[in-house]
């Protein structure tokens, strides 16, 4: 006699993955989850491109802040230091940032046209009627032979895979952003915010250096006077703006590396899971590969 417990347990397993089968075919024909990853993706580039107008304006204000001349000068004998010297490095090294950005910019902008593409209809049918096919064959086995069942099941995972991989790996990336990169990335920006203003605060109080000839020597002791105080308000500037440069160096790198982990390698690691995920359900079902 036989024992219905196998039976019971079988029964269970065809319905838990019938109700599997129509989940799957109902998400993929709701655009909430792709509704979902392109408003991250959307967001993202917004913050992205906030980044880069803000290293723009950066800059801008290095440029013009290269024509600027210290003249060093006590006593009208002395040497002008060009700003350009040390602003020079700055602004290549944002012209690299702006590379990095574009980069950013242009996977963001890939992931949303993929959100879109594999949202179609044409797709959401296709894992429809293959998730029916294939609960047909699970309460159905004798219907379909060995041969079509793999080859059902391996279209399934196919389609599943164009449907919902960018979904999956933009939710996931906007998950692990939201927790350990955002707060980074928006204080670093805000930070080469705060720079540009003290850089522009610096040229405001640039003072000019034009200076009328000594007539007498009251006025040339004057002038000595003078020059030495100018000599010393050089040199102050001078060192604003080194410590202005540096600080703005290190959350330049810092914004690059942020970006280039949110927008290239964590969705490259993700994808490198699911196309390692895909290879395993596929060898599951005899694919050769």
């Not at 390698?265 to 490198?272: A, I, N």
Request: with cysteine.
């Amino acid at each position: 006699m036989n024992n219905p417990s196998p039976v019971r347990l079988l029964v269970f397993k065809k319905m838990l993955l019938t109700l599997l089968l129509v989940a799957l075919a109902g998400v993929s024909q709701l655009r909430l989850v792709d509704d979902m990853s392109a408003s991250y993706i959307n967001q993202t580039l917004q913050k992205s491109l906030i980044t880069f107008a803000v290293a723009r304006g950066l800059n801008g204000v290095v440029s013009v802040a290269q024509g600027t001349d210290l003249a060093l000068e006590p006593a009208g004998v002395g040497v002008n230091l060009a700003i350009g010297e040390i602003l020079d490095p700055v602004n290549d090294l944002i012209e690299r940032f702006s590379w990095i950005m574009l980069a950013s910019s242009t996977s963001l902008g890939i992931q949303a046209v993929l959100v879109e593409l594999s949202a179609a209809k044409l797709i959401g049918l296709g894992v429809c009627g293959l998730s029916v096919l294939v609960a047909v064959r699970v309460w159905l086995p004798g219907r379909v032979s060995p041969t079509s069942w793999r080859l059902l099941c391996r279209g399934l995972v196919l389609l599943c895979f164009v449907r919902f991989t960018v979904v999956v790996i933009a939710l996931a990336n906007h998950q692990l952003s939201h927790y350990f990169l955002d707060d980074e990335i928006a204080a670093s920006t805000q930070a080469l915010q705060q720079t540009t203003e003290r850089i522009n605060q610096i040229e405001q109080n640039q003072q000019s250096d034009g200076k009328e000839s000594p007539t007498s020597v009251t006025q040339r002791i004057q002038l000595f006077f003078g020059d030495v105080t100018s000599r010393l308000n050089a040199e102050k500037k001078l060192e604003h703006y080194k410590q202005a440069m540096s600080n703005a160096v290190n959350h330049i790198v810092r914004l690059a590396a942020l970006f280039i982990v949110q927008t290239l390698l964590m969705p490259l690691l993700f994808l490198w899971g699911m196309v390692a995920l895909l290879r395993y359900m596929l060898t599951r079902w005899g694919y050769p590969g």
